[in-house]
Each structure stands twice: as structure tokens, then as C-alpha cells.
């Protein structure tokens, strides 16, 4: 198989799953409320409240529920706590599947690009330890890099997808710290069981000329492609995701990315770029 940028595809699937911006700045605004009553409540005993303590590590926070909301990836309890953190929970498991809290992975905030190595274990052991079936899954660390956010500082940021053969699964995790922002960290994990085969009809080389035939594109063009699991109403959908891209005489590019399903080789989606 040909080698692909995961941060763009992990990029994708989180869009896709969840459509949740983790910039530290944003909130959750894309969901749609459900008909759950929206009183703010404070949690004084349950599931999601030993989770979130489990979480953070804090045994004495005010931990208050807002409300529901309804994702693609499924419906999830609205928490907020009196230290400012916010959680995302999985209304079936009571997994916290995004949270943004402050100081949950201690590092320092002098830390230069080198340095991303040497917290890449700590990161490591927080998903252990909120990620429920991190040991039992093929869980791969697929990226870690840094984002330069100029006086915002650095952002560390690592992800990991559990692999099935060569096939990204929906189980995911990223991890992103922000050293100088309070120490911010940003969690996204997704639990989900395989429900498709992952043994696709439509092979690589089809896919791919399925997208520069729509396209418009010369077969000299630059493609590369990876198999991944994506929801699909109350199921999944095994797909292939393509990234193509071509110059022509004057240097500018164009191409995009796009999605055929890998059983039937219908083109699901087209997101171009000039």
C-alpha cells in the first residue's frame, strides 16, 4: 500500500465521527440538542462522575451535567466542572470521548520542538488510562508532531487508531497538549466495535482511478489512498480514502480528496481544492 499523511485522515474521521473542532478556543456548537432537559444538574454520585474524577484526577471538583446533545457518532452527556474543564460522555458507556481540561498531563511550558519525544510517554500512559480498551485493541500510535500556533504557542499532538490488517477502524484517539495555554489538553477517543468486513471489492488501483477519472486528472498524478472504517447511520461503511493531486504547465495545483465505498465503488464524497 502507498504511504498516506494520517493527519489528514485522522483528521477526517474525527470530522466525520464527531465534527468537533479541539481547537482550545472552540466549543462543541455542531450538534443537535436532544429533547432531554437541559437544567443545569450538579453530579454528586454515578458512572460518568467516577469517570471524570478517574479522568482528571481531581476528587473535588463540582462536576455539573448541561445537557444532551446528538453527534454522528452518537448522542453524549454535555459536562462541565468548576475548574473551567469540559467533557463529552458517551450516553450508552459513560466513556468520555472528548474532553479539554487544564494540567492533565504535567509537562513544562519551556519545552522546545525536541521535547515532544520526551513527553510522548506520558501522553501515552493518560490514554491507557481513560482509553477503556486501549490494551486489548491494536492500537498503533500513527502520528506525533508539533503545530506551531505562532504567540500561542506549541501544540503536541499525537494520535492513535486501532488497525485491522491494514484497514483503520472508527477507534481512535488524539491527544493534544498545550503547554502554554494553561496547560491545556484536548482528548478525542472513540470505542466503537468493527461491523463491517474490512476485505474490500473495489481494489486500490480501481479506486483511485475512479477519483482521477472524476476528477479530470491524468494518470501521472500524484494519489495515495488508505482503507478506513466510517459510520454510516447506524452502521459502517468500509471506504477508500483517496488524496490526489496534479501541477499542470504553470505550476498551480488541483486535486482534492474524496471517499469511494470499497464494496460497491460509488463515490461517496468529493472535497476539492483549487
Known amino acids: 500500500m502507498k504511504m498516506y499523511n494520517f493527519s489528514k485522515l485522522i483528521g477526517i474521521i474525527i470530522g466525520l465521527s464527531l465534527i468537533f473542532s479541539c481547537s482550545v478556543t472552540a466549543a462543541v456548537d455542531s450538534g443537535q440538542s436532544s429533547d432531554t432537559d437541559h437544567t443545569p444538574v450538579i453530579i454528586t454520585t454515578d458512572l460518568v462522575k467516577n469517570n471524570i474524577q478517574k479522568f482528571s484526577g481531581l476528587q473535588n471538583q463540582v462536576i455539573t451535567y448541561t445537557g444532551t446533545k446528538d453527534f454522528p457518532i452518537g448522542k453524549m452527556y454535555e459536562v462541565t466542572t468548576d475548574t473551567g474543564d469540559r467533557y463529552y460522555v ?60 505562532g504567540d500561542a504557542g506549541n501544540e503536541y499532538v499525537f494520535y492513535w487508531n486501532e488497525m485491522s490488517g491494514e484497514v483503520y477502524t472508527l477507534s481512535s484517539v488524539k491527544v493534544s497538549v498545550y503547554p502554554t495555554l494553561n496547560n491545556t489538553v484536548t482528548y478525542v477517543g472513540f470505542d466503537r466495535p468493527l461491523l463491517v468486513n474490512t476485505m474490500p471489492h473495489v481494489s486500490q488501483t480501481d479506486a483511485e482511478s475512479i477519483i482521477l477519472r472524476t476528477f479530470k486528472m491524468a494518470t501521472t498524478a500524484t494519489t495515495s489512498s488508505k482503507l478506513v472504517v466510517i459510520p454510516s447511520g447506524d452502521n459502517q461503511k468500509l471506504v477508500w480514502l483517496v488524496d490526489t493531486v496534479e501541477q499542470d504547465k504553470q505550476g498551480f495545483s488541483h486535486g482534492g480528496m474524496a471517499r469511494v465505498d470499497a464494496i460497491s465503488g460509488e463515490v461517496i464524497s468529493l472535497d476539492p481544492f483549487i
Open 90 to 149: 458517551n450516553v450508552n458507556t459513560g466513556d468520555i470521548e472528548v474532553a479539554m481540561v487544564h494540567n492533565a498531563i504535567p509537562v513544562s511550558t519551556s519545552m522546545t520542538a525536541k521535547d515532544i519525544e520526551s513527553i510522548k510517554e506520558s501522553v501515552q500512559k493518560f490514554v491507557e488510562k481513560n482509553y477503556r480498551n486501549f490494551n486489548t485493541k491494536k492500537m498503533v500510535l500513527t502520528d506525533s508532531k508539533i503545530i506551531d500556533h
